[in-house]
Every structure is written in C-alpha cells, then in structure tokens.
C-alpha cells in the first residue's frame, strides 16, 4: 500500500512489477510449480498483494512476464510443448485471479519466433480471458505498443510506445556499485518521451 501510494503520489499511471524473469522463479503463489513464494520464508504473493493495492489506490496493474525459463526441464528441449502448455497456464492462472491486470509485458523478442511460443495462440487466449488488455510487442508478434528499450522512442502518432529505461544501466539489483541517474536526466527522459508522444517506463 505505501509503495504504490508514493508512485500514485509521484503521479506514475501504472506499476508492472516482475511475476516471472528468465530464472523462472514464480513471484506468486502458483498452483502450477514450488518454485516461487511459498518456497521462501517470506511466502506472501508479492503480486497478488500489488494487484490489490494498486486496484484500491485505482493504479492500473500490469505485469511483466518472461517467456525463458531457465529452471523448466523442457524449455529450449524437444519437450518444448510442455513447456509452452506450463506458460499459458501460468499466465491464466495470473489472469483469472487478477481481473485488475490491464498490461501484459512479455520480453522475449529478437531471435525468438513467435512459433516458439505459440505466440498467436497464446494471443488468443489472453483475449479471451482480457479483450480489453494492452500488450507489447516481445512475443514475436506487433502487440498493441512498441517498446524501445534503454532509449527514448521516435516521435510516434500512428503506434503507442513505452520506452523501457533504468536507473542505473542495470535491471537487476546492484547495491549502488553503480551510480544512480540524475534528476535532471530522468526529467530529460520524460520530456522527451511525452513529447514524442509515448509512455516512459523507470525500472
């Protein structure tokens, strides 16, 4: 509740935090694999608990999923079907529980065909389940928005962008072994992002 109280207070739209990055490991409690919360001692649902905070603060909820998954037996194997049938799975099991998630962020692009994942497929039932949901275009197919990754996007009027842009140059937490960006910088970033009339993205 604090942490999305000060991003609405900061003015941001919406919060996507990670449900699953390429280690595979589950931010949830999910039926479909022990490899999450529940096998932590911290054991709570981090999503479920930001889904509800955000519906109550009136924050839209998305959420970032990766298609890699480097702990699944059969990802990247001839078994890939099961794999595949393990991620929509997932992500059902995300939406159905969440009505509130209104972004899909999917991160598995170049050199990944959208056959791999069944991508069109996986499209379908995710518009079944949310025919009003936005998506990305990192499943090898458009998606409703663009998203240019570590630099501000074109100006745009025919497509929504979301520029994907860090703090420090790195996703992944590093204590402060990096520095941190300027104020200034981040104010250049979303003036220039508005101006080009997209979305800007802090991680």
Not at 73 to 85: C, I, L, Q, T
Not at 113 to 130: A, C, F, I, S, T
Not at 159 to 176: A, L
Request: hydrophobic share 35%; net charge negative.
């Amino acid at each position: 509740d604090k942490m999305v109280a000060q991003a609405k207070e900061a003015g941001m739209k919406h919060i996507g935090p990670v449900a699953k990055q390429c280690d595979g490991f589950s931010m949830w409690d999910s039926a479909l694999t022990d490899y999450g919360m529940v096998a932590t001692p911290f054991k709570r649902d981090i999503i479920g608990e930001l889904a509800k905070a955000c519906e109550k603060a009136g924050i839209k909820f998305g959420i970032y999923y990766q298609q890699r998954d480097w702990h699944h037996p059969d990802f990247g194997s001839p078994n890939m079907a099961n794999y595949n049938e393990f991620m929509f799975n997932q992500i059902k099991e995300l939406l159905e529980r969440h009505p509130n998630i209104s972004i899909l962020w999917f991160d598995a692009h170049e050199g990944y065909p959208w056959e791999l994942w069944n991508g069109d497929k996986l499209y379908r039932m995710v518009h079944q389940l949310r025919p009003d949901i936005m998506i990305n275009d990192r499943c090898g197919l458009p998606g409703d928005f663009y998203s240019p990754e570590q630099l501000v996007g074109a100006y745009d009027l025919e497509r929504d962008w979301e520029s994907n842009m860090t703090f420090s140059g790195t996703y992944s937490w590093s204590t402060f072994h990096k520095p941190v960006i300027s104020i200034q910088k981040i104010m250049s970033y979303l003036v220039r992002t508005a101006g080009g009339n997209g979305n800007l993205l802090m991680n």
